[in-house]
Structure formats: structure tokens, C-alpha cells
């Protein structure tokens, strides 16, 4: 009988209760704030970060674990289980995957990495389907099985009312010169397919809140929405209105709000959110 451990990186959007619950590693990111470099979740917290990187004089720097760090979390794993899988955040945010991989080939354990092809809790939704179905006694292959099904279902939705950080982070590098030069230009960014695409762009606040009234509407029509969750970074106002919306028209639907990881915070900046959902 099959016997599979869980493992995510630390960008994914899940509760304490959730990671004890369905027994799932957590393999942490490193950030640095004005030299001084902490842990994500294990000497800093989301919260925490927040306050600093809004404080910062630089923009902070984020780290994949190192090889060292992957070890010591795969070497913590029991050896009655037959089959390690490592869920890691799409490349498109970070490199971690690429580690994740060295990692796989240097290991003697039966150890496979899945690119998720998202983060926060979008890439939650497969860590949780997976780990449910670790414990259900399911094969790798059954799994994998699932995971490509919540893939291909899964919608993320973020928007970003700061350019600068995502623009000096790299991440919409070859959109740089036709953005900055737009005074107060807000975002709207889709992941999917291991791509970070503009869904929409324009100044003020109003772009994005025009988008997501139309996000609200195609998950009014949606059937069988599994979950929904929301993330941001420091402000809750528009959060809550969302909130109220979705309590409205899918009030049985598990929604989760909480502060973003500190990858995603700092490459999205100050006020930007995400709302992330799925469907069977």
C-alpha cells in the first residue's frame, strides 16, 4: 500500500490547521530586508513581513531554499513512507522548482516534484487535494491523476495597485517601458499555464474593481465551486467588499482571507489582492 508525504514550499496559502491536519511539510522561502534576512514562517511572520517590507528602504529580496534546506525537511520524513511528492509554486514567480528538482535527483527516496503552476491558494487547493488523498491510502499516480483535474479547473485573479515592485522584481520585465510611463496604472494579472499575463491595465483603482465585478459574475454562473480564497497583502477594504459580494452569491462556498506570503507580497507591492478559486 502506497504511503505518500506531502511537501509544499512556504509561498502556499494554507491555515496551521490545515498543515497539521493533513500532516504537510512546509519547505520555507528566505527574505531580506534592508540586510537583514529572515525565514518565511519560521522567525517572521506573513503579518510581520508586511509591516517591514512597507517600512523598507529597498525592495526586499526573496530566496529559493537551498538544496540544505530541501534535505532537511525530506530527511525529517519517516521511512515507512514509499513516495515523497513535492508540490512547488509555478516558475513563473520563482525559481524554487528548479531546486526542488536537484533535490529529487540527488535523494535515495522515491521523491517526485509537481509543478503546480500556480501559488498562494490556488496552489493550496492541489496541496490539500493531495494530501486528503495521501491519506486515503492513494498511489502517486492517482494523485498526479486528481492534481492535473484541479489544475485545469483552477482560476487566479490578482490585482495589483503599485507597479513599481512587480516591474523592479523582474516579473513583467518585457511590459516595463510601455508601463512606467503611465502615472497611476493599476493591474490586473491572470496566472495560468505557468504565465503571469495582463488581464488588464489602466489608471486608478477603478480598472481592477471593474474586473473583478466581472470575476463575480462568472463565478455567479460557475457550478460546483469547491473553494475560494483571498489574498492580500496590507489593505482590507476592497477584501471586504469582495467578502460580502461572494457571501452573497455563494454564501455555502468555503472562502479563506488571509495575508499573502512574503514572495507574493513583495513582488505585488503594497495593496494588491488575489481572489483564487476552483471547480469540479
Same mark, same amino acid.
Given at each position: ?138 498511489? +502517486?499516480? =492517482?494523485? *498526479? /491523476?486528481? %492534481?492535473? $483535474? ?5 482560476? &487566479?485573479?490578482?490585482? @495589483? !495597485? #503599485? ?75 476592497? +477584501?471586504? =467588499?469582495? *467578502? /460580502?459580494? %461572494?457571501? $452573497? ?5 468555503? &472562502?479563506?482571507?488571509? @495575508? !499573502? #506570503? ?19
Amino acid at each position: 500500500m502506497s504511503k505518500v508525504k506531502i511537501i509544499a514550499d512556504s509561498s502556499v496559502q494554507l491555515t496551521p490547521e490545515e498543515i497539521e491536519k493533513y500532516d504537510i511539510s512546509i519547505v520555507p522561502l528566505t527574505i531580506s530586508i534592508d540586510e537583514k534576512t529572515y525565514v518565511d514562517g519560521v522567525n517572521i511572520t506573513r503579518e510581520k513581513f508586511v509591516e517591514e517590507m512597507d517600512s523598507s528602504k529597498d525592495l526586499p529580496k526573496t530566496s529559493q531554499p537551498s538544496i540544505g534546506t530541501f534535505m532537511e525537511v525530506i530527511d525529517k520524513v519517516p521511512e515507512d513512507y514509499t513516495d515523497i511528492l513535492l508540490l512547488m509554486m509555478t516558475p513563473s514567480i520563482s525559481g524554487t522548482i528548479n531546486a526542488a528538482r536537484q533535490v529529487a535527483d540527488m535523494s535515495d527516496r522515491n521523491v517526485e516534484v509537481i509543478d503546480t503552476e500556480f501559488t498562494d491558494r490556488a496552489q493550496g487547493f492541489q496541496v490539500i487535494k493531495a494530501a486528503q488523498l495521501a491519506q486515503e491510502g492513494k498511489s +502517486v499516480a =492517482e494523485i *498526479k /491523476e486528481a %492534481l492535473d $483535474e484541479v489544475r485545469e479547473h483552477t482560476y &487566479l485573479y490578482m490585482g @495589483v !495597485t #503599485s507597479i513599481e515592485n512587480i516591474l523592479r522584481g523582474g516579473r513583467l520585465s518585457r511590459f516595463a517601458g510601455t508601463l512606467s510611463t503611465i502615472l497611476n496604472i493599476n493591474l490586473v494579472l491572470i496566472v495560468k499555464n505557468n504565465t503571469l499575463s495582463i488581464a488588464k491595465r489602466g489608471r486608478g483603482r477603478k480598472t481592477i474593481e471593474k474586473y473583478m465585478d466581472n470575476v463575480i459574475e462568472e463565478i455567479k454562473g460557475l457550478k460546483n465551486i469547491k473553494a475560494i480564497g483571498i489574498s492580500y497583502v496590507d489593505k482590507m477594504d476592497y +477584501v471586504n =467588499e469582495l *467578502k /460580502e459580494k %461572494l457571501a $452573497e452569491i455563494v454564501p455555502n462556498v468555503p &472562502l479563506l482571507i488571509r @495575508v !499573502t #506570503s512574503p514572495v507574493i507580497a513583495t513582488h505585488a507591492g503594497s495593496g494588491a489582492f488575489a481572489i483564487e478559486f476552483y471547480t469540479e
